[in-house]
């Protein structure tokens, strides 16, 4: 059933399915777990194929109709939204700060892939001219790059957050290496 309703784009179909909420919730201790160790151990290729899937909706930016890269404005259900105190606001600030953002979606500026060859680009720099500094931004560059690696084992969606951390220590590793020249 969740097969037909599962996309790397949203998970958001698979969620809201109400049969397999229940059958989550319901399933006995280990049955969830086994069912993930059968598919890698008995399927890998498909498994494999899924993860990568998913991956490339997380580095790449497939559609941003889709992917909501900002959200401006407050908006959920109004219960929700009445407990918390606040009411629904879409004003002319938040329309403004949407519109402005939306002006660089086609741009590497919300390319993960493009701070991503940056990263790459800037850690062979720093490790060839092998200043004590530099190894401590190279270290924040691999770190992030590592970590962005492990979004191929955990990612379910394309949702932008998941990999700004790559991006800023890109941007803190360009600034860093821009003011250091060799």
Known sequence: RGAPLYTPLQNDPF?????LNVA???AQPGVISGAWMALVT???LLYLSVRWDDFVAVVTTPDTQ???FVTAGVANAPDLLKQLGLSVRNNARDRALRNY????FATPVYAHLAWGLLAVVLLVVLLR???PSDKVVAG???GALLFALTF???SIACDYRYLVFLDFAAMAGALYTAARPA
């Open 42 to 44: 008995k399927h890998p």
């Open 15 to 19: 969620a809201a399915d109400q049969p």
């Open 66 to 68: 889709i992917c909501h």
């Open 129 to 131: 001219r092998r200043e």
């Open 101 to 104: 953002s939306r002006l660089f």
């Open 24 to 26: 989550r919730s319901e």
């Open 140 to 142: 924040l560059l691999a």
């Open 152 to 154: 191929f084992f955990i």
